[in-house]
């Protein structure tokens, strides 16, 4: 038996298990992170300002919207693309919240996967729409390349829509 391989056995693990803490905690922290720039960014889509979420947007990202007989429908391709459906959302008067994050990969390419409910209100207060979406997006270094959005009931954005219309609110942006 070598003289102290006992106490070196237990630094190792002991220094494992740190830095498996370590780990962990800087995930959570990231995770955290990220929900306050999304939630802050949402809360400014709420007010009107689409700004800050566009910001999150690389200057060459692709935002896949649901297909369909909507003003929504299709694939923006770019920065200048995904502002005019930031536009189009907000003249429309959703709304939103973010639910659950999830994460997966290393900052230089991440992928996010988090639970978006949505709303829009009549001039007059009546509710005309809710919804509730996943949104899929990949990330190069904090910014979004890719984002593709799941519905939970697609005929529902078809029927806001026509709503918009009925209401003499047209499509602006997209």
Request: avoid cysteine.
């Amino acid at each position: 038996m070598i003289v102290g391989s006992r106490g070196s056995d237990s630094r190792l693990l002991l220094g494992a298990g740190a830095g498996a803490l370590a780990a962990i905690a800087a995930r959570r922290l990231l995770v955290a992170g990220l929900m306050l720039k999304l939630r802050r960014g949402v809360r400014a889509l709420n007010a009107g300002d689409y700004r800050p979420l566009l910001a999150s947007f690389a200057d060459d990202a692709v935002l896949k919207f649901n297909d369909g007989a909507h003003r929504w429908s299709g694939e923006y391709h770019g920065k200048t693309a995904i502002e005019g459906f930031l536009r189009s959302f907000v003249a429309a008067g959703l709304t939103g919240e973010i639910g659950e994050l999830w994460i997966a990969g290393a900052p230089w390419r991440m992928t996010l996967v988090t639970r978006f409910d949505d709303e829009a209100r009549a001039p007059d207060g009546e509710r005309i729409y809710s919804n509730s979406t996943m949104l899929f997006a990949r990330t190069r270094w904090g910014k979004i390349v890719f984002q593709q959005d799941f519905y939970e009931d697609t005929v529902r954005i078809g029927e806001l829509d026509r709503r918009l219309t009925e209401l003499g609110i047209p499509p602006t942006g997209a």
